[in-house]
């Protein structure tokens, strides 16, 4: 009988794409771009958890019990799940939600029904992710510039006009890109967590019976005390957890060893250390509930000192999460999830560092809309969590699926992990949906649109390749007709850009058709979006001679890579196929769409596709072409 080789959680090399940087140098960047999020929730979650909207009285038990649970979420959630469990699941060294899905596309690809709801999943999970961004930078700048509140009453009028002062000025700064800015941020963020700490520590010192809360139990009393209240209370919980996530959406950026040793080096303690300081202040003063516990342990004199830090920390955390949404922009683009936009890189050096204006402004709108009609951070926490526990959910199934199908995990050892997780994720989850009414609509509503208009491209997309798919025409066919007919061949290169790479390009057969002549050379090109977050150069292009004249090449990009025409014509001249892109026309497709073909799929769902079509970015600057060698050639298509 063979043997069956033991699952193992360990992978051999860490992922990160830095194998010179120094650990050191790793670890201060990573403590500046995917911190800042968790690193600004003591900002607000002890607040919320007892004068919330399903805040609970400041008693010692309840005190207790709260920290009990923040200390085990930030354990089992944060420390166990992602930073030991699912930060293992790399593509070629990149985390994230897209990333797990692209694992499993080789193997699940001819299993069409499985692998459509995975996608669809995934796609969920992306634009919860959306929602999460437009909530972020509001919440976190909000509750920071909250603090000038303790200060002085007179404050109380100048809080939302501050917060939207400080949003418009970082949504504007986007455009110069975050290499200069990104230098301080890991050195601010390490005088933060140590600053938040001290002020913990010392709090703990006038107050030590609160280290009893390390004790799982009082998390446990809390439950038979509270019972369905206790249950509720958990959408405030789930605030200290918040931004979990990015220590495996950033993975790609640092590797595996720099963010575990910032975490369990600094943010944890920092964090632990703070929360347990706002439950000490509350056992001497429950009062302060109607206050910020966090503001309260800072000593009057530093306090306005400590809303400019903390105004810095959650500037950082908004600039983390934006950078977030322009990099699954990105990839969402090149798996055929979201029409093209327009994408700047700001930097030579870190491919990473992008700028995508439309998605830029459009996050500025809706954060500085939240801002000004919910006007509190207290209103606005009632619209935060649902989409931090739904993504984490969405995200441990994605898991179980990697480690079941692409590991071959025997069944009992996935399932009983990915029961871990649900137990936590759909705890969490089910806490935040009571908050739907008082605000978890909007972000429900925010994801809805955004999948709506995901799935619609990618379905749209799919009915027009079927439609290219019947029209075209086999290459054997067409030149064994080329070498019988022989029309006239003019000097020069054309390239036709083709959706799949089969057969002859629809527009390759209109221009003939019209103009009765071809370029002696002619390329047949297909950009086709890889498995993995990036290609090497090496196996970027592809090349196939098919006589005549006549070339098939196969362009491959990863879903964290924009194409770029120049760079592969030039990978073509060391192939042997020399061609200078300022003497080659490229030939493209305009299609005029129509809703009214037989394609299976709601009209209006057609008429949305249409629209975002029209609107998409120009394949001329999208692949980087010289517009006066393009030429575009019209087709109408109902789809």
């Known amino acids: 009988m063979p043997l069956v080789a033991k699952p193992t959680l360990a992978i051999p090399e860490d992922p990160g794409h830095h194998p010179q940087t120094p650990l050191s140098h790793l670890a201060l960047a990573a403590l500046g771009v995917i911190y800042g999020d968790i690193g600004t929730s003591p900002l607000y979650t002890i607040k919320e958890c007892f004068s919330g909207s399903h805040g609970v009285a400041a008693t010692p038990v309840n005190i207790l019990g709260i920290l009990s649970l923040i200390f085990w979420s930030l354990m089992l959630v944060v420390g166990l799940k992602y930073v030991v469990f699912i930060m293992q699941a790399d593509n070629k060294g990149e985390g994230g939600i897209f990333s797990l899905l692209a694992m499993l596309q080789g193997t699940l690809k001819k299993n069409g029904k499985k692998w459509s709801i995975l996608a669809v999943l995934a796609a969920a999970g992306a634009a919860l992710l959306y929602g999460d961004g437009v909530i972020t930078p509001a919440i976190s700048v909000l509750s920071a510039i909250e603090g000038l509140n303790m200060a002085t009453d007179a404050a109380a009028s100048y809080v939302v006009p501050l917060t939207c002062l400080v949003l418009i000025a970082l949504f504007f ?29 010392f709090a703990i010192l006038r107050q030590p019976a609160i280290l009893s809360a390390l004790n799982p139990w009082y998390a446990y009393n809390y439950f038979a005390v509270n019972h369905i209240h206790g249950i509720v209370s958990l959408s405030a919980v789930v605030l200290c957890i918040t931004g979990g996530e990015a220590l495996y959406a950033d993975m790609g950026h640092f590797g595996r060893a720099p963010i575990r040793l910032t975490w369990y080096g600094l943010v944890l303690p920092g964090l632990i ?93 809706a954060c500085l809309t939240l801002v000004l009609v919910f006007k ?31 590991w071959k995990w025997p069944l009992w050892q996935s399932a009983t992990l990915l029961c871990l997780f649900l137990f936590f994720d759909g705890s969490f989850l089910s806490a935040n949906l009571l908050k739907v009414v008082d605000g978890g609509w909007i972000t429900i509503c925010i994801a809805s649109f955004i999948l709506l208009t995901m799935i619609t491209w990618r379905d749209g997309r799919a ?76 196996d970027r292009v592809s090349l196939e001679d098919l006589g005549q004249g006549f070339y098939r090449v196969k362009a491959n990009y990863g879903f964290m890579e924009t194409p770029n025409m120049s760079k592969i014509l030039k990978l073509m001249n060391k192939k042997g196929v020399t061609i200078d892109i300022h003497t080659t026309s490229f030939f493209l497709g305009r299609e005029t769409l129509f809703a009214t073909g037989p394609g299976a799929m709601a009209r209006w769902r057609k008429k949305l596709f249409i629209f975002m079509a029209r609107n998409a970015w120009n394949a ?20």
């Open 376 to 406: 509190e951070s207290t209103r606005l926490a009632s619209a935060y969590g649902i989409a931090v526990t739904a993504t984490m959910a969405i995200t441990s199934f994605m898991y179980f699926q990697v480690i079941h199908i692409k």
């Open 173 to 201: 700064m986007q455009r110069h890109g975050t290499a200069v800015i990104g230098r301080v941020f890991g050195p601010i963020m390490i005088l933060w967590f140590g600053t938040i700490g001290a002020l913990g520590f």
């Open 463 to 538: 009915l027009l390749a079927k439609y290219y798919r019947l029209m075209r025409m086999p290459a054997e066919v067409f030149l064994k007709d080329l070498a019988e007919y022989s029309p006239q061949r003019t000097t020069g290169t054309a390239v036709f850009m083709s959706i799949t790479p089969e057969g002859i390009p629809h527009t390759l057969l209109h221009h003939l058709k019209h103009n009765e002549a071809l370029h002696e050379r002619v390329l047949l090109l297909s950009i086709l979006s890889a498995e993995t977050p990036t290609v090497p150069p090496e």
């Open 273 to 365: 250390l703070n929360y347990y300081g706002q439950g000490a202040l509350l056992l001497q003063q429950p009062e302060l509930v109607n206050v910020n516990p966090f503001y309260a342990l800072t000593p009057q004199s530093l306090l306005y000192p400590m809303v400019a830090l903390s105004t810095m920390a959650t500037i950082i955390a908004s600039q983390a999460m934006i950078s977030g949404v322009y990099s699954l922009t990105q990839q969402a683009i090149q798996l055929g999830f979201i029409p093209r936009m327009r994408i700047i890189h700001t930097s030579e050096q870190a491919s990473g560092q992008i700028y995508m204006p439309t998605v830029n402004w459009m996050l500025m709108i």
């Open 620 to 639: 001329t600057s999208f692949f980087r072409l010289p517009p006066d060698r393009v030429v575009e050639l019209g087709n109408q298509v109902e789809l």
